[in-house]
């Protein structure tokens, strides 16, 4: 759901229809073809497109005009410059904070599976931070720690750290069980050898699914907190920021108030149908 | 059930106090403290003044002293003073909830109503142009950020509908048409996801439904086609239905305060965002408190609810 919830890896069966093995396949294929477009855009931005602030002389130029695709803004700013821009913003924030959220959440999350004391205590934090609606809980630290990348970057990483301490636990502890683990102990390895070099190494699909749909929804974070004047300020580009300056010239300039929304939904829609077609291609199961 | 009830209840409890104490310890991220904010650049005050103002905030006292008082004064009803209007924060939520209940609830119902047959048709023709229609909206609805979503309708509205597009809010029962129509886009705006999700909820529901066999035998008896689908097939898959509708519900909540900037409404999100550039503190962390505490109600009633509607999730 759009920016509402935290999406997890849930133990939906995979559909039982039979042809459905290459529609997965046809999934992976698109979604992994616009996170591609996405990445490479955000990548190459800095390479071969000008400086997001650099201004023309064509103030709020409508696309197509004077050469400028998406238009330009009231600052004769090239509207697709700054969306690129924007794109490797809102990227670098999502890989950032998720990248955090999916390091110390895993951890957490296998130290929960390996010793009862600790999973007692830190699932319980974790709990109280889930008792929170997602959005408002960022808000909450965007409020407290102020504007700019990096806080947007600390709200979306608390956010997110105990869905991944939820996802990688519960296999975890499934894993706990098996008898290469006993195994393992009884040729006296630590417990930490036996998580990280272990029970990380079967439980990695699930994580990386998890990343996958996790930065969708940090994107969409992110474009929230921005659109409300809490997160990236001008005059850096962000898609959220883009959004929120844009509304303001909707009726004057509807193109700064369609084309970054657009951008947004692109980029959300890569990273779902990329970590939806992977959980059912592997058909992994949470839980 | 009684038994099941006081558990969730029991459970609720602590996850409870732990949201109160991530509020309270949400207020000392800031830079500096309360008072300073209060303060601000101003210099013509002494430090006895500071010192008395420390005092009267409990600043000087240990943190888990501070959080006892912070919480009695809480279950008294007392939610604090905004430090920029000196009003009871308790009033200012009371003037905003509304506004963001009304929000959710029309969401919510206008959801339920389009999302339930449209993905009932969808899996029952499966395929066909309603089976598209209905996975658009299931993909659309989890893409579209709502804010944008609502800066679109606006755009379209003003210009095919230009009585839709002026949001000025006046509450339900001072005009109630008035209300219901400046409403309705906003209502819409937030409905689409959750729209999406139940639509999809339905329709893989329904799909595992009409392959049982009761749904078989009751074809065979000769039921009509219509008679076999609402009684047999649709009031079995009730049940993940609701369950997604209940959880979904305090998410709403979420997504209304950012619906709410969009349309400028008065509600919670207005509330929150105003105090948070204002830097009123108190009013942002009691805001969120007490939204974060009907979102774990909500919840919990959900919770219950469901193990009326199932029996067996009560013995688990």
């Known amino acids: 759901m759009a920016l509402l919830t935290r999406k997890y890896v849930t133990n939906e069966a995979p559909s039982s229809n039979p042809k459905s093995r290459h529609r997965f396949d046809a999934g992976l294929w698109i979604g992994g073809g616009i996170v591609g477009f996405i990445l490479i855009l955000g990548l190459v931005a800095p390479l071969v497109l000008r400086h997001p602030d650099a201004m023309s002389a064509f103030y709020l130029a409508s696309p197509g005009q004077h050469g400028f695709l998406l238009g330009t803004d009231q600052y004769g700013r090239s509207e697709l410059t700054r969306i690129v821009w924007g794109i490797r913003t809102s990227l670098e924030i999502s890989f950032v904070s998720i990248g955090i959220a999916g390091f110390f959440g895993t951890v957490m999350g296998l130290f929960a599976a390996a010793n009862r004391t600790f999973d007692m205590g830190i699932m319980r934090v974790m709990d109280v931070l889930l008792a929170f609606p997602a959005i408002l809980l960022a808000i909450g630290i965007m409020a407290m720690v102020g504007p700019g990348v990096i806080s947007v970057i600390e709200a979306i990483s608390v956010v997110y750290i105990p869905i991944f301490a939820r996802v990688s636990r519960a296999p975890a502890i499934e894993q706990m069980t098996k008898e290469y683990v006993e195994a393992e102990r009884s040729l006296g390895a630590s417990t930490v050898r036996i998580l990280f070099r272990h029970v990380l190494v079967n439980i990695w699909p699930i994580i990386i699914i998890q990343l996958s749909l996790a930065i969708s929804d940090a994107i969409l974070i992110e474009a929230a907190l921005s659109y409300l004047g809490l997160g990236v300020v001008p005059p850096a580009a962000s898609l959220g920021e883009l959004l929120r300056s844009g509304q303001s010239l909707m009726f004057t300039a509807p193109w700064l108030a369609i084309f970054p929304g657009v951008a947004i939904a692109l980029a959300v829609l890569g990273f779902n149908v990329l970590g939806d077609a992977a959980r059912d291609h592997s058909a992994v199961r949470g839980k | ?316």
């Open chain 2, 1 to 316: 059930m009684g038994q099941y009830a006081i558990r969730r209840v029991l459970i609720a409890i602590p996850t409870m106090l732990g949201v109160t104490i991530v509020a309270f310890l949400m207020i000392h991220l800031i830079p500096g403290n309360i008072v300073q904010v209060m303060l601000g650049t101003r210099t013509n005050v002494t430090p006895q003044q500071i010192q008395q103002l420390y005092r009267l905030y409990g600043i000087d006292q240990p943190l888990y002293l501070q959080y006892w008082h912070w919480l009695s004064q809480l279950l008294r009803g007392n939610l604090g003073f905004s430090l920029r209007t000196g009003l009871p924060i308790a009033t200012l939520i009371s003037q905003s909830f509304g506004v963001t209940a009304e929000l959710a609830l029309g969401a919510l119902v206008v959801a339920v109503v389009v999302a339930v047959p449209l993905g009932m048709v969808a899996a029952l023709y499966q395929n066909s142009p309603w089976d598209y229609l209905a996975r658009g909206v299931a993909l659309l609805g989890l893409i579209i950020p709502n804010f944008w979503l609502g800066t679109m309708l606006v755009m379209v509205t003003s210009i095919y509908f230009p009585v839709l597009s002026v949001f000025n809010y006046v509450p339900f029962l001072t005009n109630p048409m008035v209300n219901v129509k400046d409403m309705i886009v906003p209502i819409i705006t937030l409905a689409l996801s959750l729209m999406a999700i139940i639509t999809r909820m339905t329709r893989s529901a329904v799909l595992e439904t009409i392959q049982l066999d009761h749904v078989r035998t009751a074809r065979a008896k000769g039921l009509k086609q219509f008679a076999v689908n609402m009684r047999h097939v649709l009031r079995n898959s009730l049940i993940p239905i609701t369950t997604i509708v209940g959880l979904q519900f305090g998410y709403l909540l979420g997504g209304a305060i950012v619906v709410e900037n969009v349309f400028s409404l008065p509600g919670m999100g207005r509330l929150i965002v105003d105090a948070i550039n204002q830097r009123d503190y108190p009013v942002v962390q009691s805001s969120i408190l007490f939204v974060s505490a009907i979102f774990v109600l909500v919840n919990l009633v959900v919770d219950i609810s469901y193990g009326f509607i199932n029996p067996q999730i009560r013995y688990q």
